[in-house]
């Protein structure tokens, strides 16, 4: 995530800012432009750039509810900007606990938007195709006809994705994560992953990409099912850790591209992250990076973010906490992160994906 600045006083803001502290304007993130504007207001729904009246938005309906701060052109036909429109089913905006679980979803489901908006990753709705478009399903828990709690389940099924609500609590997230063993698990980690199937739909299924991923990833055609039971029962196979960048990607050749797009995020918006606030440890052989969202290369990408990821453990260590990043980049790993970074790279430079 880059640092933005408010284009009235240059005071720099970040990605979810409202307002900016120094001048005090609302502040509208706006997609079109991955830009960050501040806003006077003409009446309760129009708004207009500080210094140019001539731009004029709306904010994005779910803004009624404080969670959004996206904008979209004055005339736009649409209510919803291009994150909240793909969402169905949402927590009741009626009670306080609704909203706060709503609030963090939508939050993180808009950093993996703008990771999208950067690569030009064409993400149509269901209205604009009826049979693959992305939705969002955020479930709640429901209660059996024992009174015994059934978690809703997370997952994606032809571009349909669920997200179970209760984990947007730190809390309950945090006992799935112990019980499920995993190092990482993030809100943000959820969209990353189960976003990376229907790319894996879009691009490789639909992208004439087969062959190439098979020979990397794996047959896909094994059956799933069997291949969850197995991981489920036994756990994942020795040596894992030389092969898959988490425990999960072993299941099966799906999950193993769904992590690796997870994590190819993961590493590219957190290296413009750690570039805008000029934390940067390359190696002093290597050329600087440059724009992260611009590079196909997973070892050259690798060779920013190994170094980074050192420090950060070590900076966390020395506050006495967890490891910040819990994982190692293997060669074969790194080869699963070209792919993905090249798919990306070329569905941009192609202009559709």
Known sequence: MKLFECDHCGQAVYFDNEVCVAC??????????????????????????????????????????NVCNWLLPEGSDEAFCPSCRHNNLIPDTATEIGRNRFARIVAAERHLFYSLLRWGVDTPTRAEDPENGLVFDFLEDTIDQNGNLQPAMTGHDNGVISLRVAEADDVTREIARKQMNEPYRTLL???????????????VYRGDRLSEYREIFGDEREDYQAALQRHYENGPPQGWQDNFVSAYASTHPWEDFAESFA????????????????????????????????????????????P?????????????????????????????????????????????A
């Not at 969209?191 to 691009?203: A, K, P, S």
């Open 24 to 65: 005090g304007h609302r502040l509208g993130f706006d997609p079109a432009t991955v830009a960050m504007y501040a806003l006077k207001t003409e009446d309760a729904q129009t708004w207009h750039k500080a210094d140019d009246p001539a731009v004029r938005f709306r904010f994005c309906t779910n803004a009624q509810f």
């Open 263 to 306: 994590h190819a995020l993961h590493i590219v918006d957190t290296l413009e992250t750690a570039r805008a606030f000029g934390l940067v440890v390359d190696d002093a052989n290597l050329a600087p990076l440059g724009d992260p969202y611009k590079c196909a290369s997973g070892k050259r990408l690798a060779d920013s973010w190994v």
């Open 189 to 203: 980690g959820h969209f990353r992953h189960e976003v990376g199937h229907y790319i894996w739909d879009r691009l």
């Open 308 to 352: 980074l990821t050192i420090a950060m453990n070590a900076i966390h260590k020395s506050m006495g906490q967890q490891d910040f990043y819990p994982f190692v980049l293997t060669p074969e790993i790194i080869r699963k992160l070209d792919f993905v970074f090249t798919l990306l790279i070329v569905q941009q430079d192609d202009g559709h």
